[in-house]
Nanobody, 122 residues
Framework: QVQLVESGGGLVQPGGSLTLSCRASGITFSTYDMSWYRQAPGKERELVATVTQIGYTINYADSVKGRFSISRDNAQNTVYLQMNSLKPEDTAVYYC???????????????WGQGTLITVSS
């Protein structure tokens, strides 16, 4: 079955760095756009960053531009999120997402990881 397994979360001080990893299994990884989302307490889930199938297009939320970097390794079926200059407002559960677009939206296929908590606090 399909699994997206995130790792690398934890507690970090403001200004610190963390790298999240998400390893996929059960899918043809290179055919999926990969994204990181996050959900802070009491807030809706928001898109953080997206990298397309072969990494040519990378989109970031305005709140993380210049601080976060998404990348992927198709040989390892893994997507990464390098997070620098972390702020308390980055505290959230971070989710890995895999999405493959069909000819129409009803044929889209999407999978989610279980999430990993990042707490930015002194």
């Amino acid at each position: 079955q399909v699994q997206l397994v995130e790792s690398g979360g934890g507690l970090v001080q403001p200004g610190g760095s963390l790298t999240l990893s998400c390893r996929a299994s059960g899918i043809t990884f290179s055919t999926y756009d990969m994204s990181w989302y996050r959900q802070a307490p009491g807030k809706e889930r928001e898109l953080v960053a997206t990298v397309t199938q072969i990494g040519y297009t990378i989109n970031y939320a305005d709140s993380v531009k210049g601080r976060f970097s998404i990348s992927r390794d198709n040989a390892q079926n893994t997507v990464y999120l390098q997070m620098n200059s972390l702020k308390p407002e980055d505290t959230a559960v971070y989710y890995c997402n895999a999405k493959r677009y069909g000819l129409s939206s009803k044929y889209d296929v999407e999978f989610w990881g279980q999430g990993t908590l990042i707490t930015v606090s002194s």
